[in-house]
Each structure stands twice: as C-alpha cells, then as structure tokens.
C-alpha cells in the first residue's frame, strides 16, 4: 500500500498511534499530520494543524487522505468539506480491510450492549478449539495492530466504527439495539442505521443475532435475507451451553444471552463444543463490566461501562436476593429511564443516588414509581458514597451502573468506575 500525498490524522488516541506505526512501516518517508479537537497530539513524527487551522488546511489540500478516530464524529461539517475539496475520510479499520482483509476469516460483533464480553467469548472458543485467532478492536488492539497475524480476526465495533465499514465480515453479528450515541450520530435513527450497517448490506456473509436483536423489526429490516443466519444451536448444545455459564464467572441472564450467541458464532466459524466449553471456564469478567470487590462485607459492583437503562437494568437482575444500593445517572444522551424506575423496588433496590446531568430525570422518575426507595440526588460521586454510609443499613450491595456516559464528569468510564472502587475502599474497608 502506498500513499502518494501526505495524511493527516484526526484524533490522537490508541487507534491513532498504531494507524501512524502502520504508516510508518509502509513508507518511512511520508508526511503526517495530527491534529484534535481539543490540546496537544504527542504522535511521534507528525506534526500538528491547530483545529481552528484545518478548513484552510483542507482549502490547501496540504495532506491528501484523513484517517479519522473512531471517537471523533464522521458527521462534522469539517469532513464534508474534506469530501468537498477531494479528499477522502478513512478509518484504522478501513486500512486494515485494504491491507489484510484478503485470506483471513473476519468476525464482526457490534450491538449497543454485550459486544467486548461477546467477541471475548467468541476469541476465547475459538483458540481454545485449537484456532488460530485474534482479537482486535474496541477490545484487543487496534485493527492495524493485529495486523496480518492470525487467520481468523475477531472485531468487536462500536457504532462509530460500522458507520463507515467498507469491507465486509464473513460472520457479522448483533447483539441487541437500544438508543445511544445520540450526540455523535445526530439522532437515534442515524445511529441505528449506523449500527445495522455491518449487516445492512449486499454480499455473501452469515449473520448472527442476539436473543435482543431477533424481535427488533428493525433488524429484521436490515438482515434482508433471513438465509444468511447462522443455524440455531440444537437443545442438546443450548443446555450444555447453559450448564457451563452456570459454573463460570458469567453473572446475569444478559451474559447467557452473550454466551449462547457467541457459541453459535464460534460453532459457525470451526469450533467444537468441547474449545466453547472451555471459553466460557477461561473468561474473566472484563474491568468495569460487573466487576466485583468486598469492602467490610459490602458487596461493591463497579459497571461503569454502562451507559444505557437497559445496561442498568441488566446489572440489576445479575444481582437477585440482594438489597441494592444504586448509584446512577451521567451524560446526558437523552435516555429514558421511566422503564427503570419502574423495575427498581422489584429489583431489591433500597436507595438509589442519582448523578448530573441524566440523575435528575431517574431521581423524578423513581420517587413517582417506587415511592418506597430513599432518593438521593447528589452533585458528584464522593457525595454519593456520603449519603450511602448514612443509610448503611439498607444495603448490602452498591451497583454503580450509571445508564449514562461519564464526559460531564470523567474523561472516560474507566475513570469513573476506578474513582468509585476507591471511594467504597476508603469508606467501608475496616
């Protein structure tokens, strides 16, 4: 592959770097330039075009491609005009395709929930039935960092990464669709489109679909022609299927649902019931997904990646018989949590402690459908935990599972849920 202009790179993240190493590997000598929305790119070898410099940087043409980070909106204006001046809009993933898409087996796992434990699963079954296979992606590496390396690559992608996907998977996979992603799409029906991209397309490919993905007309829609689902698992599979979830470190009915599709996945792409087995023995809940600490004998469940009710909801039913503490609330993405409330006094949720911006809405919606429960709304997470030790009676176990991205507090989710183990170290560890 080669590049006969020079490349700007929009975005200085993980995918950013390995995108610059992969340029670097094909043509030592090519000009890059870097370039954020907002503070300094530290990209080796690039120079960086200030922001407000761009448009008169693309009226230039002073680079000839834009590879754009999966975080930063393909629906800016600035990329219009890019397209406007004849310069194209890429992605790591989308070089990826060009470079090594060809001979390898390519699975491609999105949804709006349950995709990284999913493909995780599916990574797991498949080199444990003697596979050769990566994981690359929103979890894994990079697309371009996984390179050429294994036969079979396994994808787990975000919305953002299937807007504009422009190879095809041989096994596309869908876990659920609920909204989300609002303030990047536009609106929940760009999102939605943009999510069934990965299937909404002409090609040979099987596709495989969550328990939460098979009601949905829209899905349906999308798939076209229902001859390209993967077969169903037998009742045999299911129950051993089933048996080994029960026995493993998977909690909640929403991890079963992950587990069944990704073993109908991997038994699509080469692999034995025996390597599923021991996938779903060898999985460890990934850090901020129900992770689960004791602190003087309350349980404390950080599921911070949660940004969605429905991602609340699931948490909530992973924990039955227990007296539930919530801390929830975030971003705002216009999410509706009426449903949620209704689900929390039968749930075994005590107290709830709402957080800005979104906490507003759960806080009114909560004291109107489960008047019972003792409502907290609270400006940041260490007044959370404030208000949770002055009712320490009433729980036994704190779920912070926001339903809400953490951009209006945290940088990112893991910065959150790492904040919140420690606050719930320091107040409750004798």
């Given amino acids: 592959m080669r590049f006969d202009t ?8 993980r995918e950013a770097l390995s995108t610059r190493a992969f340029l670097a590997a094909q043509q030592p000598d090519l000009k890059v ?60 993933l989308n070089l990826w395709g060009a470079a090594y898409r060809h001979d390898r087996t390519v699975i491609a796992i999105t949804g709006t929930k349950g995709k990284s434990t ?50 095809l998977a041989d096994v596309a996979a869908l876990t659920n669709l609920y909204p989300e992603h609002v303030d990047w799409h536009g609106s929940v029906e760009r999102y939605y489109a943009d999510k069934l991209h990965l299937v909404d397309r002409d090609g040979n490919f099987a596709v495989a679909l969550g328990a939460a993905a098979r009601g949905n007309a829209l899905v349906a829609k999308a798939v076209r022609d229902h001859r390209r689902l993967l077969p169903d698992l037998t009742p045999e599979q299911n129950r051993v299927i089933e048996n080994a979830v029960s026995h ?44 689960e600490h004791v602190f003087g004998g309350v349980t404390v469940v950080n599921d911070s990646i949660s ?28 999410q509706d949590y009426a449903e949620l409330a209704g689900l929390l006094a039968q749930r075994g949720v005590t107290v709830v402690a709402t957080l800005p911006v979104t906490g507003e ?5 909560a004291r109107k459908r489960a008047p019972g429960i003792d409502v907290f709304e609270v400006p940041h997470l260490e007044a959370a935990l404030d208000a949770l030790l002055d009712v320490r009676e009433k729980f036994d176990t704190i ?32």
């Fill in 6 to 13: 020079p490349v700007l790179l929009y975005g200085a993240g």
């Fill in 33 to 92: 330039f870097v370039t954020v929305d907002s503070g300094t790119a530290d990209i080796p070898d690039t120079e960086q075009i200030d922001i407000s410099d761009l448009p008169a940087a693309i009226a230039a043409k002073r680079f000839g491609l834009i590879v754009k980070s999966p975080g930063v909106s393909r629906y800016k204006p600035v990329f219009e005009a890019a397209r406007e001046a004849g310069i194209p809009v890429t992605s790591n």
């Fill in 118 to 167: 999913t493909a995780t699963l599916v990574h797991l079954m498949l080199t444990r039935s003697g596979l050769d296979a990566g994981l690359a992606g929103n979890v894994g590496v990079a697309p371009l960092e996984i390179g050429d390396k294994h036969a079979i690559v396994v994808f787990e992608l975000s919305s953002y990464q299937t807007s504009d996907m422009n190879f």
């Fill in 248 to 291: 493993s470190r998977l909690r909640g009915a929403h991890n079963l649902d992950n587990a069944l599709l990704a073993a109908q996945i991997a038994l699509g792409t080469g692999g034995t019931l025996e390597g599923i087995v021991q996938g779903i023995a060898a999985f460890r809940p990934l850090p901020h997904r129900l992770e």
């Fill in 307 to 334: 940004t969605t009710p429905e991602a609340t909801k699931a948490a909530l039913a992973a924990y039955p018989g227990r007296r539930i503490a919530l801390i929830a609330g975030g971003h705002e993405r216009e």
């Fill in 361 to 365: 809405r759960l806080a009114a919606a």
């Fill in 399 to 430: 779920i912070l599972s926001p339903g809400a991205p953490s951009y209006n507090q945290f940088k990112n989710f893991e910065e959150r849920g790492a904040r919140f183990v420690e606050l719930c170290r320091t107040r409750f560890q004798p």
